[in-house]
């Protein structure tokens, strides 16, 4: 029996799908990490957020690590500590969030023991929207100055907290971090300077040695007996469409066409250097046949780590939770590349022979080759986890009556390494 869950990634709006049925070491950071960054003297620079953060010149702080909690979709980025004249901390954190990141940012900044007093204020740092909050409450160690600052970036939300019996340290921490800067992220070893370390959180170092070590680029290429595709390592065997055939040339050299907006850059750059083509296959026009591009299949594997480093992939079609937080990182980390239409926002969860598959389907327009006109794509992006790493099917055709048909064909199991060979039964 097959188990069916249908999880909207944005309540607002409403999508119908149809789906029958050498490793690298821990330490090296591949795809950067949200903790990634470095430290010098005079500032802290984030490495894949793209900021630099002014530090206090009092030579009385210290690093402190605070990432001992490593709660999921929670980022301790950096902490700076003084015990000199009262304690004094200051915390820069981020949060993968689901809702509008900006409107996540204003709620992140509420302290409690703000209600009756003026609320979040609108500032701009760095050119960016920021929201901050302030409180002071006295305490039996005296007054203790609390002051808050958040802003929304795609998918997260970034927070600087600060913490102090010092009002002078207080006022130095809020002129460091109304100073902070953002920049391409591509930049970050430049504009962290030649004084600075690469600096990384014990627990995301921790995260990175318990992280599955997967070699994606040399991953088993897997082989194709007819219309029968099998993959020995992962342990699975597809069955083509009747009269389907693999591409020539099936290799990651295979170009998917690209939607007429363009890709973002360093999204589609992780995508290459994070999959691996396992085979491409299309189905045959007739001569006599109607005008448009040939249906494609095409299945890939990926590295989880580089779309999902802190989640764990869903057990069951009644986990709505993960699966709404699995798909948001599916969108995050593949939505406006070739693979995925921007406007995605509908997962399905299926089970089938023991195995979550996820589907999200999506359109686009692409170019017509040789022409100034665009033509609709219609494709469905379906994957499921097999031996850790994430496989990925990728069905694409003009119409979604085809896409449908597509799609009736055939998994099933096998133990890995056991799937049968060419010519076998």
Same mark, same amino acid.
Request: aromatic share 8%; glycine share 6%; charged share 20%.
């Given at each position: 029996?097959?188990?069916?869950?249908?999880?909207?990634?944005?309540?607002?709006?409403?999508?119908?799908? #149809?789906? /029958?049925?050498?490793?690298?070491?821990?330490?090296?950071?591949?795809?950067?990490?949200?903790?990634?960054?470095?430290?010098?003297?005079?500032?802290?620079?984030?490495?894949?957020?793209?900021?630099?953060?002014?530090?206090?010149?009092?030579?009385?702080?210290?690093? &402190?690590?605070?990432?001992?909690?490593?709660?999921?979709? !929670?980022?301790?980025?950096?902490?700076?500590?003084? $015990?000199?004249?009262?304690?004094?901390?200051?915390?820069?954190?981020?949060?993968?969030?689901?809702?509008?990141?900006?409107?996540?940012?204003?709620?992140?900044?509420?302290?409690?023991?703000?209600? +009756?007093?003026?609320?979040?204020? =609108?500032?701009?740092?760095? %050119?960016?929207?920021?929201?901050? +909050?302030?409180?002071?409450?006295?305490?039996?160690? +005296?007054?203790?100055?609390?002051?808050?600052? $958040?802003?929304?970036?795609?998918?997260?939300?970034?927070?600087?907290?600060?913490?102090?019996?010092?009002?002078?340290? /207080?006022?130095?921490?809020?002129? @460091?971090? &109304?100073?902070?800067?953002?920049?391409?992220?591509?930049?970050?070893?430049?504009? =962290? %300077?030649?004084?600075?370390?690469?600096?990384?959180?014990?627990?995301?170092?921790?995260?990175?040695?318990?992280?599955?070590?997967?070699?994606?680029?040399?991953?088993?290429?897997?082989?194709?007996?007819?219309?029968?595709y099998s993959n020995p390592?992962?342990?699975?065997?597809?069955?083509?469409?009747? %009269?389907?055939?693999?591409?020539?040339?099936?290799?990651?050299?295979?170009?998917?066409?690209?939607?007429? =907006?363009? *890709?973002?850059?360093?999204?589609?750059?992780?995508?290459?250097? @994070?999959?691996?083509?396992?085979?491409? =296959?299309?189905?045959? #026009?007739p001569a006599n046949g109607? *005008?448009?591009?040939?249906?494609? #299949?095409?299945?890939?594997?990926?590295?989880?780590? @580089?779309?999902?480093?802190?989640?764990?992939?869903?057990?069951?079609?009644?986990?709505? !939770?993960?699966?709404?937080?699995?798909?948001?990182?599916?969108?995050?980390?593949?939505?406006?590349?070739?693979?995925? +239409?921007?406007?995605?926002?509908?997962?399905?969860?299926?089970?089938?022979?023991?195995?979550?598959?996820?589907?999200?389907?999506?359109?686009?327009?692409?170019?017509?080759?040789?022409?100034?006109?665009?033509?609709?794509?219609?494709?469905?992006?379906?994957?499921?986890?097999?031996?850790?790493?994430?496989?990925?099917?990728?069905?694409?055709?003009?119409?979604?009556?085809?896409l449908e048909r597509m799609?009736?064909?055939? #998994?099933?199991?096998?133990?890995?390494?056991?799937?049968?060979?060419? %010519?076998?039964?």
């Open positions: 029996m097959r188990r069916i869950a249908v999880v909207p990634l944005l309540p607002v709006l409403v999508m119908c799908a #149809i789906w /029958a049925q050498s490793p690298p070491s821990p330490h090296a950071l591949r795809i950067p990490i949200p903790e990634a960054g470095f430290v010098s003297p005079s500032q802290y620079t984030n490495a894949f957020f793209g900021f630099s953060l002014p530090l206090p010149k009092d030579r009385k702080y210290q690093i &402190e690590d605070l990432s001992e909690s490593d709660k999921a979709l !929670e980022h301790s980025l950096f902490a700076y500590k003084s $015990a000199s004249k009262g304690l004094t901390l200051l915390i820069a954190s981020a949060t993968q969030v689901f809702d509008a990141p900006d409107d996540a940012a204003q709620k992140a900044v509420f302290i409690p023991g703000m209600q +009756g007093q003026k609320g979040a204020q =609108a500032l701009s740092i760095g %050119g960016r929207l920021f929201w901050k +909050g302030e409180l002071e409450e006295k305490t039996f160690s +005296g007054k203790l100055r609390r002051l808050r600052y $958040a802003t929304g970036v795609p998918g997260y939300v970034i927070v600087f907290s600060i913490s102090s019996y010092n009002s002078g340290q /207080a006022e130095d921490l809020r002129n @460091c971090i &109304e100073s902070v800067k953002f920049f391409d992220p591509a930049r970050a070893s430049e504009v =962290a %300077g030649s004084t600075s370390r690469a600096f990384l959180p014990t627990t995301a170092k921790r995260r990175l040695e318990n992280a599955p070590q997967l070699d994606v680029a040399h991953l088993e290429q897997g082989f194709i007996s007819g219309n029968r390592t992962l342990g699975f065997i597809y069955q083509l469409p009747e %009269g389907w055939y693999p591409d020539a040339q099936n290799s990651n050299a295979n170009k998917h066409e690209a939607e007429t =907006a363009t *890709t973002d850059s360093t999204r589609a750059a992780i995508v290459e250097e @994070c999959t691996k083509r396992l085979l491409s =296959a299309t189905e045959p #026009i109607p *005008t448009g591009s040939s249906p494609r #299949i095409t299945i890939m594997a990926a590295d989880p780590s @580089c779309f999902a480093a802190d989640l764990k992939y869903p057990q069951s079609v009644h986990d709505s !939770e993960a699966l709404h937080r699995i798909g948001q990182a599916i969108v995050h980390g593949f939505a406006g590349t070739p693979l995925l +239409g921007r406007e995605a926002n509908l997962v399905r969860a299926i089970e089938l022979d023991g195995h979550l598959f996820l589907e999200m389907p999506s359109v686009s327009a692409v170019p017509v080759v040789g022409s100034t006109l665009l033509r609709k794509v219609h494709r469905s992006f379906v994957l499921t986890s097999l031996q850790q790493y994430w496989v990925i099917w990728l069905f694409e055709t003009d119409t979604p009556s085809e799609m009736k064909s055939t #998994i099933s199991f096998a133990p890995p390494r056991q799937a049968a060979g060419p %010519g076998g039964r």
